[in-house]
T-cell receptor, first 114, second 117 residues
C-alpha cells in the first residue's frame, strides 16, 4: 500500500496570507490527525478527523482549521499567517483513530512564513 | 504541554554500542509508542507497548514500560550509523469517561541520537 502523502512538501508564505495543506491517508484508513512541529514547542496535536467529522481538537487558535472529504483525504487551512506558524506540519492516518491505533505519518509540509 | 519528558536530550555513541533512551509521562495511558525521525522529515513508527505490557522486542529494539513509575525506556542494541535520528516517545490516553482521545498522541521532546561510524 502507498504511504501517507502530503502536498506540497515546502511552502513559503508571507504574514497575513492563508495556506492550505493536503494529506492523503493510507488506503482504507479513515482517521487523519494533524500535528505541528516546531523547535520550541515540539510536536503538538492540532485535530483529528474521522468520516468527515472532527472528533478531537488541540489547543490552537481558530485560525487553524481543517476538513476531511468522503475519500478520507484531509486538508488543513491556516488563515492570517503569523511568523510563529513556521513549522513542519505532519499528518498521520490510522484505521480508527482510537487510542490503541497505530498512526502512520506522512513526510510533512515545511511551511515558512516571512 | 508535552506529556513526555525524554532523557537524555542528546546521545552520542560509537557504532556497535547500545543506546538507551528514557521517557517519563504524567497521566495514565492506554499505550506508549516510540517513533524515529530523520532530519526533520516524517515520523517512522518503531514499536507500540500497551499499558498492560512490561516489555516488548522488535529486532534490535527493546522497550520497557513501568506504569507505576510512569516511565518507559527504548534500548537499541548494536547501533549502526543509520540509527542516527531523533527518537520520540508518544502516549495515547483514554478519556476519564471511558472514551478515547481520538487521534491524539502526546509527544515528548525527543532524544537526538548520533551514532559515529
Amino acid at each position: 500500500k502507498a504511504g501517507v502523502t502530503q502536498t506540497p512538501r515546502y511552502l513559503i508564505k508571507t504574514r497575513g496570507q492563508q495556506v492550505t495543506l493536503s494529506c492523503s491517508p493510507i488506503s482504507g484508513h479513515r482517521s487523519v490527525s494533524w500535528y505541528q512541529q516546531t523547535p520550541g514547542q515540539g510536536l503538538q496535536f492540532l485535530f483529528e478527523y474521522f468520516s468527515e467529522t472532527q472528533r478531537n481538537k488541540g489547543n490552537f487558535p481558530g485560525r487553524f482549521s481543517g476538513r476531511q472529504f468522503s475519500n478520507s483525504r484531509s486538508e488543513m487551512n491556516v488563515s492570517t499567517l503569523e511568523l510563529g506558524d513556521s513549522a513542519l506540519y505532519l499528518c498521520a492516518s490510522s484505521l480508527a483513530g482510537t487510542s490503541g491505533s497505530r498512526q502512520f505519518f506522512g513526510p510533512g509540509t515545511r511551511l515558512t512564513v516571512l | 504541554s508535552q506529556q513526555g519528558e525524554e532523557d537524555p536530550q542528546a546521545l552520542s555513541i560509537q557504532e556497535g554500542e547500545n543506546a538507551t533512551m528514557n521517557c517519563s509521562y504524567k497521566t495514565s495511558i492506554n499505550n506508549l509508542q516510540w517513533y524515529r525521525q530523520n532530519s526533520g522529515r516524517g515520523l517512522v513508527h518503531l514499536i507500540l507497548i500497551r499499558s498492560n505490557e512490561r516489555e516488548k522486542h522488535s529486532g534490535r529494539l527493546r522497550v520497557t514500560l513501568d506504569t507505576s513509575k510512569k516511565s518507559s525506556s527504548l534500548l537499541i542494541t548494536a547501533s549502526r550509523a543509520a540509527d542516527t535520528a531523533s527518537y520520540f516517545c508518544a502516549t495515547a490516553t483514554d478519556l476519564n469517561a471511558g472514551g478515547t482521545s481520538y487521534g491524539k498522541l502526546t509527544f515528548g521532546q525527543g532524544t537526538i541520537l548520533t551514532v559515529h561510524p
